[in-house]
């Protein structure tokens, strides 16, 4: 998704200082690599980690502890950034970090990508060995975070089947989104990109896999959220909430 905005136009940053692509994904990450480091910073700040996210209390993102990394981060946005029309970034840890941004960055449109928690899991067991369980409650986790930080603004929501399926239309979705319209230029980029061979996992959400036994409790809450994420819900219902925070504490 990242990749289709910045064929729509997006600056990404100095392509030296993106995340360089990897076996596990040779195409690139289109991420950047400072943003990364501060997100990761933070985590470790408050205890934790990516895979092991920390309680972040209710006025974390103004603490006095990463005070240095608001102001790292505010440099960073004017120099790379200033500049720019318009920009994007991408980085996982930003569904938890994201209130941090807030404070430096004016108001956002938020692109949420969504992708079936089975295939999370299946990606994270064959990349990192985590366990089925421990994916999902992380699936959970990182989707509530972002939810919760993207309310009352504007957003779109985007699952991998849609972009997988039909990527020229969902760009189109999203250039709409965005209010910048999409070139053959664009189309023809992004067309070019998007290969459905190398889409590694794939579950059918009715399926209950045997390795994710364990994880049956937690996939079934996952599979609920996803499908009302999937339909595009512009405001976190009540119904969502109690699904998300039902399920974590679990």
Known sequence: ??????????????????????????TGFWELEPIVDINQSI??????RAMDPPPLENGWATSGKITDLRHRA????????????????????????LPFWQEIIPPMHYVICVRRPAEVAASLRRRNNIPEARSIYLWLLYNRAALSASVGARRHFITYDDVMIDPIRNAELVAGFLGESISDESTAAIANFIDPARRHHRYDTRVDPENFRL??????????????????????????????DGALQS
């Open 1 to 26: 998704m990242t990749r289709i905005l910045s064929a729509l136009g997006a600056y990404l940053g100095p392509e030296s200082m993106l995340v360089p692509a990897a076996v596990d994904n040779p």
């Open 43 to 48: 985590l470790t700040r408050f205890g934790g």
């Open 74 to 97: 505010a440099a960073l946005v004017e120099t790379l950034f200033s500049a720019s029309s318009w920009w994007a970034w991408k980085d996982p840890r930003a569904c938890l970090t």
């Open 215 to 244: 994880a049956k409790p937690l996939l079934l809450a996952a599979n609920d959220a996803y499908e009302m994420m999937s339909r595009g819900e512009q405001l976190i219902s009540n119904e969502l909430v109690a699904l998300f």
